[in-house]
């Protein structure tokens, strides 16, 4: 039986690569703007990271330069930059919890949660123990926090889920690896499978499976053309991929939607990303539909609801954090002097 269960796993994927090679890939339509962006707060140090409040209010950013490491600040936007919260981390991520006025981030190996509506504003740890753990990602209702945990001894990290407000033991579910992504409405995400957890050999690809926080268990797997290099989950229902696909001598970005029923479906692509990208070029507009990212020609926006990319040519920096900052309908980006934001139309 078991046997008989491998060799339908492999036909599967067999039949997903055929078929899946046969239909051509989409020529996403690009909108080009013209636009230079305008100076919003001069910052000398380098930023890592930056990330807003839904308010609009507060900017969370994760600095070089002053320190050996890094630098965590909170700065009000409102009151021209002013310093509301530091310290010394060390980690490389700050991420807002929801609409909540709570940061989620790592600090040498621990998941930090900071409320800023308490005075003073004092970290708590919100999981602490002897693992290494890294890369909180809250979710969008901001009730919990998935995060990666070092099991040790040479056998990866599995994914966990503990809640916002801390306290009590946190959902444990395997082995697995990023990237990952929460569903809008925070009962599900979606992770790769765990390298030496693939049971069949491919060339190319990745295995996606999906975990369902209310029963605590893994509910889905979902086999992948390519290889899934970052995954976003934008509205109820279908998810999508993005990796480099190659054909013809020619390699683009494509963006995967998996379905339901498992099926998949190419949706989208750029020329404007390569083949070079990974996880951390791509920042996606919370509660919407829209995805940034700092292509090799400039500011890409990728609207999926018009099926159309936005490309501001020459905007941003190679390689520098964006931020979105949907209270104002702006996109945010680190360059030399500062802090920089261009009005959307």
């Given amino acids: 039986m078991l046997a008989s269960c491998f060799i339908l796993v492999g036909l599967s994927y067999y ?13 996403t339509a690009v909108e080009e703007r013209e636009a230079e962006g305008e100076l919003l707060l001069p910052f000398e140090e380098e930023i890592a ?18 320190t050996d490491g ?19 981390i060390r980690g490389d991520r700050a991420h807002w919890a929801g609409d909540s006025l709570t940061l989620v981030f790592e600090d040498g190996g621990d998941i930090m949660s900071l409320d800023l509506r308490r005075e003073p504003p004092t970290p708590i740890g919100l999981a602490a123990g002897p693992e290494f753990e890294e890369d909180p990602l809250p979710s969008p209702d901001g009730r919990r926090v998935l995060y990666r945990a ?23 579910f395997g082995k697995s690896r990023g990237p990952a992504a929460w569903d809008p409405l925070g009962n599900r995400f979606v992770c790769l499978v765990a390298g030496e957890d693939l049971s069949v050999g491919r ?31 934008p509205e109820p229902g279908s998810f999508l991929y993005v990796g480099p696909y190659a054909r013809g001598g020619e390699t683009r970005a494509v963006w ?39 292509g090799l020609e400039g500011l890409e926006i990728l609207d999926t609801r018009r099926r159309v990319i936005i490309r501001y040519r020459d905007v ?3 390689g520098a954090p964006l931020a979105w900052r949907e209270s104002a309908g702006e996109i945010l980006w680190w360059g030399p002097g500062g802090v920089y934001r261009l009005v959307l139309e």
């Avoid at 039949?15 to 020529?27: E, K």
């Avoid at 916002?164 to 033991?169: A, K, P, S, V």
């Fill in 316 to 318: 941003g920096t190679a």
């Fill in 70 to 88: 890094e630098r965590l600040l909170v700065l009000d936007l409102e009151d021209g930059g002013r310093v509301v919260w530091e310290r010394d």
């Fill in 15 to 27: 039949l997903l690569n055929l078929f899946s090679g046969m239909v051509a890939v989409p020529r």
């Fill in 256 to 294: 995967f939607e998996v379905k339901p029923s498992g099926e998949e479906e190419k949706k989208f692509s750029t020329d404007g990303l390569g083949a070079d990208f990974s996880s951390r070029f791509f920042y996606p507009e919370r509660g919407g539909t829209r995805l940034a990212y700092r």
């Fill in 203 to 233: 060339d190319t690809g990745s295995i996606i499976q999906e975990a369902d926080v209310r029963g605590g268990a893994w509910v889905d797997r979902h086999p992948c053309r390519e290889e899934a290099r970052y995954l976003w989950w």
């Fill in 150 to 172: 070092s099991i040790g001894g040479g056998n990866g990290d599995e994914f966990r889920v503990v809640g916002t407000e801390g306290g009590g033991e946190p959902l444990i």
């Fill in 49 to 66: 990271y930056m990330e807003t409040s839904m308010d609009g209010r507060y900017l969370a950013t994760v600095a070089r330069g002053r």
